[in-house]
């Protein structure tokens, strides 16, 4: 009998330290649950996917391009969601009218023993990425492929269109899991049948592997060989869905960002590490330019990590700070993890679900409406109260660890729901 065949989707990946942490621990819960399975992955720069996850099969993206020309990127894309929509709505197999290479893709979809939408934060339709997404699990539904989706973040869907297409996906979902209880409701809403339905924490809580060594290292380049005491951060340049001027609100919180990091000096002698999360690649501009942009503006409150760092280091260093106060959820994750207590600006709800579950969701702001005072409070408290957190999150991880065994219970447990 030949092995289980089983594809990812939904993965954004070595792009992000965030997302390649989560796609580490999706491969991993797989590769756990059902060994011997044969793992694909579908991903817009297989080749960069290849270096950094070797023992999986990389097939392209549908749809896919590289032009440097943004208007052409996205006419390709589109063609190429267009013809494999109409393959499924006539629930066709072949993927005809697409390339060789996302005919390929597209066949891998239909044919798979499983299809998994990789852990994350991609089922909302604030991302373009979405009906890329949807598309995809799309091809494995309408075939009758077994589609579970590993703990994500679910919704708001602000457009008919998108939610009532993840509705037709999710509902015959042999399991959905969602990483906090905000996205549970969302999931009703789609009509998630509730025995498939669970919330398992971010699989991002359980990669806790930190390299401390060579943080050390890069703070002595960064800040000479006394190394001040840091307060971590980092940016994320929201869009502001629904704002009457989302570039005004963007700068607005990249000022309030440069001005709470000079309050923090101020009232506690400690300086703000501006980090990057994002690494830059063809077709696509990591995160570089906006951290910088906003650590000048901090001026000596502020270090400035030109680096893209892998998760491991950048685990390493951010478990060097006294507290963390970041925007990004994967660096405030790594922090948790590390025993470094955070103070997060949330963007979204996933942010204040988790740490909600983190048992900090008292130190949360919104991106939208945050006052640099209130926020540099809240860190000079986390750095007043750090062993009492650092106690806190010892006991809320070894609470957290049981439910990677439980995960694998249910994923287990669905797929085999699923069988004839």
């Known amino acids: 009998m030949s092995s289980m065949q089983i594809v990812i989707v939904g993965i954004n990946g070595a792009l992000n ?15 756990e649950t059902f060994p011997g399975a044969q793992l694909s992955g579908v991903h817009r720069s297989p080749e960069l996917q290849e270096r950094f996850f070797p023992g999986v099969k990389w097939l392209p993206q549908i749809g896919v391009s590289y032009s440097e020309h943004r208007i052409a990127r996205r006419l390709t894309n589109l063609w190429g969601l267009g013809i494999a929509a109409a393959n499924v709505a006539m629930g066709l197999r072949q993927g005809h009218g697409l390339s060789a290479s996302a005919r390929g893709t597209y066949q891998a979809l239909a044919k798979a023993d499983l299809v998994v939408g990789c852990a994350g934060g991609w089922l909302e339709d604030h991302y373009v990425s979405i009906w890329t997404n949807l598309v995809q699990l799309g091809i494995a539904s309408v075939n009758r492929v077994p589609v579970f989706i590993a703990p994500q ?3 708001p869907f602000r457009r008919a269109l998108s939610r009532e297409a993840a509705r037709r996906i999710l509902s015959r979902a ?10 549970l409701g969302y999931a009703r809403e789609l009509d998630v049948a509730e025995e498939r339905l669970r919330v398992f924490p971010d699989l991002a809580l359980f990669e806790r592997n930190a390299d401390h060594e060579q943080a050390t290292a890069l703070l002595h380049r960064l800040c000479g060989p006394d190394v001040p005491l840091l307060a971590g951060t ?3 340049p929201w869009t502001f869905p629904g704002a009457s001027n989302p570039a005004a609100e963007l700068e607005a919180y990249l000022e309030k960002v440069a001005a709470t990091a000079r309050l923090v000096y101020q009232r506690t002698g400690m300086k703000t590490l501006f980090l990057r999360q994002i690494r830059d690649d063809k077709g696509h501009t990591g995160d570089g330019g906006l951290v910088r942009k906003v650590a000048e503006r901090a001026g000596d409150c502020g270090v400035f990590c030109p680096d893209y760092l892998e998760p ?7 478990a060097r700070c006294q507290v963390f106060w970041g925007t990004r959820l994967h660096s405030n994750i790594f922090a948790a993890t590390q025993r470094v207590p955070v103070v997060a600006i949330a963007y979204q709800h996933k942010a204040m679900g988790i740490m909600k579950m983190l048992g900090m ?3 949360v702001v919104r991106i939208e409406d945050f006052d640099p005072t209130l926020l540099a409070g809240l860190i000079q408290d986390a750095m007043e109260r750090r062993e009492e957190w650092r106690g806190v999150l010892d006991r809320r991880f070894a609470d957290l660890q049981p439910e990677w065994g439980r995960l694998q219970e249910f994923l287990a447990q669905s797929v085999g729901q699923a069988k004839p």
Not at 174 to 183: D, L, W, Y
């Open 17 to 31: 330290s965030g997302d390649q942490t989560l796609c580490e621990a999706t491969i991993r819960l797989l590769r």
């Open 153 to 155: 973040s679910i919704g």
């Open 174 to 183: 042999v399991g959905v899991t969602a990483r906090e209880e905000i996205s």
């Open 234 to 236: 980092t940016l994320m």
């Open 312 to 318: 491991a280091l950048l685990r390493g260093v951010i």
């Open 361 to 363: 969701g008292d130190y």
